[in-house]
């Protein structure tokens, strides 16, 4: 039974992920950089801050520190001013300019494309990497759990886990390796536009008859129709 109900579950989140493909067929990262440098600045900014909101704070923010070595150099107080607006901000620039400082000193000022390099750097953990590694190198280490990814991946019932890192690791398992990032994204367009934390539209959403925690009766069939994040 364990083995028949795991095989059940694999089989509903390809589906679901097919949906969300013909859903949002375009995913790119919705924060604006340049280098992997600039993303892992922008994706540490973005936490408990909208994306919106990084990208506004990120062109005057790259324009006055250019490079790794501007950043390490930093005036803290200048530093905090600009990043002031994404919230947590004495916290945020103290981690970026360290995890700058540990670049230039420990990989010869080059952002590692490596998860074990990159979670050891202040401030960046496996979600950073994570979205670091997939948008930066195009490597897929793993899957990035945020909040929509979170909560809806729960609803979807693809896990039992409460903890990111196990979230993360059962979807590894469920999961094509080559959609493991973008399946996170496609979740966080989702949310916005149907699940939504408040007010979830379970009347049209077309993974209704897949999810388990859905409070209509599931719509006839999934429409072809790509929806705009």
């Known amino acids: 039974m364990p083995n028949q109900r795991r095989a059940s579950t694999k089989q509903r989140a390809i589906e679901i992920l097919m949906r969300l493909k013909r859903l949002y067929p375009e995913a790119p990262c919705s924060l604006d950089f340049?280098?992997?440098?600039?993303?892992m600045?922008?994706?540490?900014?973005?936490?408990?801050?909208?994306?919106e909101r990084v990208n506004l704070v990120t062109p005057a923010l790259f324009a006055a520190y250019p490079?790794?070595?501007?950043?390490?150099?930093?005036?803290?107080e200048d530093l905090e001013r600009l990043v002031k607006s994404t919230g947590f901000y004495r916290n945020k620039a103290k981690n970026i300019r360290a995890a700058c400082q540990k670049i230039i000193t420990e990989f010869n000022g080059e952002v590692p494309a490596r998860m074990d390099d990159l979670i050891t750097l202040p401030g960046v953990a496996r979600k950073t990497a994570n979205v670091?590694?997939?948008h930066g190198f195009g490597i897929n280490a793993g899957v990035t759990v945020d909040t929509h990814v979170k909560r809806i991946t729960k609803l979807l019932g693809l896990t039992q886990n409460t903890d990111p890192v196990k979230i993360e690791r059962d979807l590894m398992k469920l999961l094509p390796q080559p959609d493991w990032e973008n399946w996170s994204i496609r979740l966080v367009?989702?949310?916005?536009?149907?699940?939504?934390?408040?007010?979830?539209?379970c009347a049209i959403?077309?993974?209704?008859d897949l999810c388990p925690s859905a409070k209509a009766a599931p719509i006839a069939s999934p429409a072809t129709t790509a929806i705009t994040p």
Not at 34 to 39: E, G, M, T
Not at 67 to 76: K, M, T, W
Not at 189 to 201: D, E, I, S
Not at 205 to 208: F, H, M, N, V
């Open 34 to 39: 340049d280098n992997p440098l600039q993303l």
């Open 41 to 51: 600045i922008a994706t540490m900014l973005a936490a408990q801050c909208t994306d």
């Open 67 to 76: 490079d790794v070595y501007a950043f390490a150099q930093a005036d803290l």
């Open 132 to 134: 670091v590694l997939a």
């Open 189 to 201: 367009y989702h949310g916005r536009a149907v699940c939504n934390a408040r007010n979830p539209n």
């Open 205 to 208: 959403c077309e993974l209704a």
